[in-house]
């Protein structure tokens, strides 16, 4: 699984609101990892575990042409409105529980407490394949044959669920079942098919 935007609510969503908050323009984020060669490496760096918090924050700011007052605390804005998912939660911990092998597959922002609800680990994975301890991202390949055998199993045998379509290809290409996350309902109901689990009363008891 990946995490931001599959095991959370819309990245994208949380980019608008505080782009929104920031009287930048809706997709000024986005716009600002995707074409300019600034914020891109930006993001390489941040999310390789290169680069740390506060001049990520600074350069992203200076990219978005904020005021300079306005770096401190950047990321946590970035995601204050983001949520963990419970559904999605309650999904993975009830396959998890049935025999499913589990593992998380994610590109970092910060250090791991600071990225993630680490207290969720525990319940949810097996194996954790985190782009800041690597010191690669996807959709690097070498990432993807990180998380293959921290699972201890063969592409094939693999599930890999991501909201980036980008982030798919290469696991498509070494023979896992992707899917591209856009619905918690729709993707739950793909990884019951394709695993042969059943969770749809924890999911009920989520909802």
Partial sequence: MDWGGVMTTNLFAAFGTFCAAEQLSPDAVVRAFAEDPRGHDLLVEFECGRLELE??????ADVLELAPDRAAGLVERLFS?????????AAVEAFRAAGVRTGLLSNSWGPRGASYDTALFERLFDALTISGELGVRKPDQRIYDAAVQHMGLAPEQLV???DLPGNLKPARAMGMHTIAHRDTAATIAELERVLGVDVSAAVAAAT
């Fill in 55 to 60: 001049p990520f924050e600074q350069g992203l």
């Fill in 81 to 89: 409105d983001m949520r963990i998912d419970p559904v999605m939660v």
């Fill in 160 to 162: 890999f669920v991501d």
